[in-house]
């Protein structure tokens, strides 16, 4: 299937690669079919392309990508939604907004995505968790999340020059 993008010019797809988000997602209830993007620069960015308007499209990101921990839980009725039996089988996405300064770019926490890998069905979720928030400042997260992966090196650097004394 080809796609004319307002970001990608044409771009050739396969059916095999269209997510669908029955119920749409949060404001765009009307449109569910969409395609997931990698960048080639090696970002942790992803594209959410719309297949049914070109014009559609949304930055999207993995949560464990810029955070230590994300914690989501999927109720049942979701994962039945989705026909989700194995965790292993979602994929977790959070959509990101981009203001005029990049610096200050949040992820909404608070209504994640969820696809089964496995069927490629989608739903947005929302979120129980207070701690998600729906503007959660990703530079701040990634700050968070790499002074704690240093305490964890630091506590293993430890362990191993007292196992060595």
């Not at 739903?123 to 704690?148: F, P, T």
Request: aromatic content about 8%.
């Amino acid at each position: 299937m080809n796609l004319s993008t307002s970001r990608f010019g044409k771009i050739s797809i396969a059916d095999e690669e269209i997510i669908t988000f029955q119920e749409g997602l949060l404001g765009f209830e009307d449109y569910h079919r969409y395609v997931v993007f990698n960048t080639d620069d090696g970002s942790p960015f992803r594209w959410l392309q719309c297949v049914d308007d070109g014009n559609l499209a949304f930055v999207i990101i993995e949560p464990l990508s810029f955070m230590f921990e994300y914690d989501i839980e999927i109720s049942d009725s979701d994962a039945e939604f989705i026909a989700l039996k194995r965790a292993e089988d979602a994929v977790l996405y959070v959509i990101v907004s981009i203001p005029q300064n990049p610096k200050d770019m949040t992820a909404n926490l608070q209504g994640p995505l969820v696809i089964n890998a496995a069927n490629r069905k989608g739903r947005q979720v929302i979120s129980g968790n207070s701690r998600h928030s729906v503007k959660a400042r990703i530079l701040d997260e990634m700050e968070k999340r790499a002074a704690k992966m240093k305490e964890i090196q630091d506590s293993l650097d430890s362990d191993q020059k007292d196992g060595e004394g």
